[in-house]
Nanobody
Framework: QVQLVESGGGLVQPGGSLRLSCAASGSFPNILLMGWYRQAPGKQRELVAAVNSGGTTSYKDSVKGRFTISRDTAKNTVYLQMNSLKPEDTAVYYC?????????WGQGTQVTVSS
């Protein structure tokens, strides 16, 4: 079993930055992908950024150039550096660790971008 604990959310002004962290406790074989998703009120959950087991990253078009996903395999932690934040980035952000035979989600952390 794997538990994911997110941190780093909060209130920030437009143009500001936040860094989200997702630490995994426990171990599970054959990880495929670590990702960050978000869900705004009244909207579906969407993929923001992901990194696969080979280290290849992918991003939602609207965050390219502003967000960076990274991982620390020694700490079993994935990060999302968010710069130049916009009000439309406001959402609950969830991390996900997808394995070959299982799938785990964090509890979510609120990010609010507002002046």
């Amino acid at each position: 079993q794997v538990q994911l604990v997110e941190s780093g959310g909060g209130l920030v002004q437009p143009g500001g930055s936040l860094r989200l962290s997702c630490a995994a406790s426990g171990s599970f074989p054959n990880i495929l992908l670590m990702g960050w998703y978000r869900q705004a009120p009244g909207k579906q959950r969407e993929l923001v950024a992901a990194v696969n087991s080979g280290g290849t990253t992918s991003y939602k078009d609207s965050v390219k150039g502003r967000f960076t996903i990274s991982r620390d395999t020694a700490k079993n932690t994935v990060y999302l550096q968010m710069n130049s934040l916009k009000p439309e980035d406001t959402a609950v952000y969830y991390c996900r660790y997808r394995y070959l035979t299982d799938d785990f989600w964090g509890q979510g952390t609120q990010v609010t971008v507002s002046s």
